[in-house]
T-cell receptor
Framework: DAGITQSPRHKVTETGTPVTLRCHQTENHRYMYWYRQDPGHGLRLIHYSYGVKDTDKGEVSDGYSVSRSKTEDFLLTLESATSSQTSVYFC????????????FGNGTRLTVT | AQSVAQPEDQVNVAEGNPLTVKCTYSVSGNPYLFWYVQYPNRGLQFLLKYITGDNLVKGSYGFEAEFNKSQTSFHLKKPSALVSDSALYFCAVSPLSGSARQLTFGSGTQLTVLP
């Protein structure tokens, strides 16, 4: 989606190492989200942010932390990566209203060996 | 707890034929309903949404969806499928009230349109 950039696009890391995924948006959306996509599960919410320094947990937050120091940037950190965190991670942004669609980045494919 | 079911992992249809991708939902109260499409190596793209009013919602690329409250369904349809419609489709539901975390996605349906 135009305006949302994720980096890196692909990453391979070893079990136990820290990993940070980055999301940058240029549309000034107040709300930002991190989802993981796994076969058979659709998208599951990890954490979301409703403003600078304001974050909350989602459905599958264990093992993940987030930070938002600026409106445009939302970071997802795996403090100590595990094989169960191998997944495709998507960042999304929106206005936060339940009737507003989300805008997604193109994803980061993370493999933990 | 709210949920979304997409009962078919895979739907195959011939080009030019009508297509339907099924979605049923469970939510407390009235829902907001969404369809998203995902092409390979890309993020989800918004197709259409139901908020209130007309049960037939029209969206991007000729897609439409029919909201049926009694059957708690929101099936995605297109009168004439194109090969370029081949993609992964997600249905999602959100309650009218509540926080931003309450958007729930289905597990996705892979649509393949055969030439």
């Amino acid at each position: 989606d135009a305006g949302i950039t994720q980096s890196p696009r692909h990453k391979v890391t070893e079990t136990g190492t820290p990993v940070t995924l980055r999301c940058h948006q240029t549309e000034n959306h107040r709300y930002m989200y991190w989802y993981r996509q796994d076969p058979g599960h659709g998208l599951r919410l990890i954490h979301y942010s409703y403003g600078v320094k304001d974050t909350d947990k989602g459905e599958v937050s264990d093992g993940y932390s987030v930070s938002r120091s600026k409106t445009e940037d939302f970071l997802l950190t795996l403090e100590s990566a595990t094989s169960s965190q191998t997944s495709v991670y998507f960042c999304a942004a929106g206005f936060g209203q339940n009737n507003s669609p989300l805008h997604f980045g193109n994803g980061t494919r993370l493999t933990v060996t | 707890a709210q949920s979304v079911a997409q009962p078919e992992d895979q739907v195959n249809v011939a080009e030019g034929n009508p297509l339907t991708v099924k979605c049923t939902y469970s939510v407390s109260g009235n829902p907001y309903l969404f369809w998203y499409v995902q092409y390979p190596n890309r993020g989800l793209q918004f197709l259409l949404k139901y908020i209130t009013g007309d049960n037939l919602v029209k969206g991007s690329y000729g897609f439409e969806a029919e909201f049926n409250k009694s059957q708690t369904s929101f099936h995605l349809k297109k009168p004439s499928a194109l090969v370029s419609d081949s993609a992964l489709y997600f249905c999602a539901v959100s309650p009218l009230s509540g926080s931003a975390r309450q958007l729930t996605f289905g597990s996705g349906t892979q649509l393949t349109v055969l030439p």
